[in-house]
């Protein structure tokens, strides 16, 4: 065989494997493959485990410091809410009249409301200064002739007695701070008892025939709630409307959806009459906590910016002492783009078990504490549970987002400046 055949035959041997490397190159493959890379990483990280332990508790307390104090403004913006709003529903509008005298909430208000549109309900509600006689003494105390609907969206808590019934005439509701006032100190001995109601004479009350004194009725207490701090006691509406009461203190409007509470309280405004809604008080709490959160958020901020410098210690050092491996890996046929993704990975790996131990430490932490404060409350006679620390999956999610992102920012100059290493100067050194 000649030599020309020779080379002939030898172009043949190698040209298929030059011919694939050419491939590989055009269609944008990787020289060197993900998994290598992800495990060059991960051994590095391994290989400097005292510099890559201080480096993860850095970004541990940092991330850990964010979830810990938003999820503590989280925890309170949902306790102040339940309190303020409790089980009422959102979607409600509280209507009253400022001049009773010539502005009147009655049946034909109610009807009126019925008929705009995206109303789904309506409930109304009297309201009385009265007298409670209880044994020898005589407590002042508001009562209120309601329905069932009025009690569900006002969220009461039951405290004693088998369920809340306003249905029953002859039955009344009383509340914690009457006892309190007449001073009973087991809720349960007041069920039962009859109570003697007596609803005090106003001249602006509008009624079908005038009273001649003050209405009287005696009633028995079926069930004991929590209203609040004032004395108020609940009995069925029918009881005033049977004898001829027409005008109601308060009109309750259900809309089917918050967003169209506006525009049906511009219709009831249109009026004259006074509109309020547990929405009002939502979003006046939703403004004063997002401030909050936001400060909380910038206080753990201070412990991420110096887990932030360490990732970036940590990433020029590791470049620094690399440089004869990355020149090699270079001689070797390894891209630009191959090295920055190893520093990237490097970084996301960093910045990933950081950020998962960190909030897996701040939940342990808002939890030890919720649970001291709730013990500590129920120590001092709240029996109700709450919690001042709420974790949602989305704050984690955005949490774990935002980690990453961070290390991505850090490590972008260190993978920049090792992607451009030349080879022969790297193997030059040492």
């Known amino acids: 065989m000649n030599k020309l055949g020779s080379k002939q035959y030898a172009s043949k041997n190698i040209s298929p494997k030059a011919n694939n490397r050419s491939s590989q190159r055009k269609s944008g493959r990787d020289y060197i493959h993900f998994r290598v890379l992800l495990l060059m990483s991960l051994k590095n990280l391994v290989f400097k485990k005292l510099r890559t332990t201080l480096t993860i508790v850095g970004v541990v307390i940092g991330i850990g410091a964010i979830v810990f104090l938003v999820s503590l403004g989280l925890g309170l913006q949902k306790v102040v809410t339940e309190q303020v709003i409790g089980s009422k529903s959102v979607n409600t509008i509280e209507v009253t009249t400022s001049k009773p005298q010539s502005i009147k909430l ?61 249905e029953n005439e002859d039955s009344i509701i009383v509340n914690t701070a009457f006892l309190d006032t007449v001073g009973i100190s087991n809720p349960k001995d007041i069920i039962g008892t009859k109570l003697t109601v007596t609803i005090l004479k106003d001249k602006n009350q509008a009624i079908d025939f005038p009273l001649t004194g003050d209405f009287m009725k005696e009633l028995k207490v079926s069930s004991v709630i929590d209203s609040g701090n004032s004395n108020e006691l609940f009995t069925s509406q029918t009881t005033f409307s049977t004898i001829g009461f027409r005008d109601f203190s308060q009109i309750k409007v259900v809309v089917n959806d918050s967003n169209n509470i506006a525009a049906v309280r511009k219709q009831i405004e249109s009026k004259a009459f006074t509109t309020n809604s547990p929405a009002d008080t939502l979003q006046q709490i939703n403004q004063v906590f997002s401030i909050l959160n936001i400060l909380l958020a910038a206080a753990g901020g201070i412990g991420m910016t110096i887990a932030i410098l360490g990732m970036f210690n940590t990433l020029t050092i590791s470049l620094l002492e690399r440089t004869k491996e990355i020149g090699l890996l270079v001689s070797l046929g390894a891209r630009q783009r191959d090295i ?74 260190p993978a920049k400046r090792a992607s451009r290493i030349s080879p022969i100067k790297a193997l030059r050194r040492e």
């Open 106 to 166: 009655n049946k034909d208000s109610v009807s009126e409301f019925r008929n705009y549109s995206n109303v789904t309900d309506v409930s109304k509600t009297y309201s009385f200064a009265s007298k409670i006689g209880y044994k020898n003494s005589n407590t002042d105390a508001i009562v209120y002739g309601a329905d069932s609907t009025f009690l569900d969206l006002s969220g009461f808590r039951l405290v004693a007695g088998d369920q809340v019934n306003i």
């Open 340 to 413: 920055k993704r190893l520093f990237i990975f490097e970084a996301i790996l960093l910045s990933a078990m950081g950020a998962v131990i960190g909030i897996i430490l701040a939940w342990v932490a808002g939890f030890a504490v919720n649970t001291f404060a709730v013990n500590l409350a129920y120590s001092r006679g709240v029996k109700e549970s709450f919690s001042v620390f709420y974790l949602p999956l989305w704050l984690a999610i955005y949490i774990m987002a935002f980690a990453v992102i961070i290390g991505l920012v850090v490590v972008a100059f």
